[in-house]
């Protein structure tokens, strides 16, 4: 994916504000030349280099196994492949390499070049090369005694978190997503190791809306009074019967 050189720029001083602009500069020349190269998005290197570095060129691991912006671990490359002790006992040769991987372009260059490997050992064991599953090859998350590969945790998704908000800083909020959206976007420090676990959820499940109200049932009219029943009328009174005269003869 090619992006300007200015928003490479931007993102770079965003993860380490102090660095000199002429610096951040010459790195993003060559970022946005790998991955232009390799078919990757430039912010993803980005986001790698921070997250393992802070973008100090000069970092070595406690363990003495990791060197440089991307700290990439020396057993694996060029000479320090062929010494049984590279860590403690290591040759010449991987003395040297060790020192060139403390060298900012050619570091870059390197990562780069283990970003397309894990790429194509991610896609030839698991059938994907999506971002999580690359990234968490780069980071050392293959098992494969237990034959698993390309195994995300909770440290690719701090990456990848920072990537997406990275994308809205530098570029903005309607730039698409390369994979699957995972937790709200956040900004880790350098410093602080990521914590253990399955990675969030991307989402918290919304509340379900309250159900309206039902609306009050209609009263029922009072029912109607009977009416009165109309009082009979009083029965006549019949006259008392008066007693005939008796006739006389």
Not at 89 to 108: H, I, R, V, Y
Not at 119 to 142: I, M, T
Not at 205 to 229: G, V
Request: net charge positive.
């Amino acid at each position: 994916m090619l992006r300007p050189i200015a928003v490479i720029v931007s993102a770079i001083l965003l993860s380490r504000p102090d660095l000199p602009r002429e610096e951040a500069e010459r790195f993003a020349k060559v970022v946005q030349e790998e991955a232009k190269q390799r078919d990757f998005d430039p912010l993803t290197a980005v986001a790698i280099v921070h997250n393992e570095s802070g973008w100090h060129p000069d970092v070595v691991s406690p363990n003495g196994e990791d060197y440089g912006l991307g700290q990439i671990r020396a057993r694996f490359i060029g000479a320090c492949r062929g010494d049984d002790d590279p860590v403690n006992n290591p040759s010449a040769e991987c003395q040297a390499e060790k020192k060139s991987l403390l060298d900012a372009e050619t570091n870059l260059r390197t990562m780069a070049r283990i970003i397309s490997d894990n790429r194509k050992l991610c896609f030839e064991k698991v059938k994907s090369a999506a971002l999580p599953r690359w990234l968490a090859a780069y980071q050392g998350l293959n098992f494969p005694k237990q034959n698993r590969w390309c195994a995300p945790r909770e440290k690719t998704w701090q990456v990848i978190r920072y990537r997406e908000w990275l994308v809205r800083e530098v570029v903005g909020p309607k730039s698409g997503r390369t994979h699957k959206p995972s937790a709200p976007a956040e900004k880790p420090s350098p410093s602080k190791p990521p914590a253990s676990g399955r990675p969030p959820v991307s989402k918290a499940p919304s509340a379900k809306p309250s159900s309206p109200a039902k609306p009050p049932a209609k009263a029922k009219p009072p029912a109607r009074a009977k009416p009165p029943a109309k009082a009979k009328p009083p029965a006549k009174v019949k006259p008392p019967a008066t007693k005939k005269r008796a006739q006389k003869g």
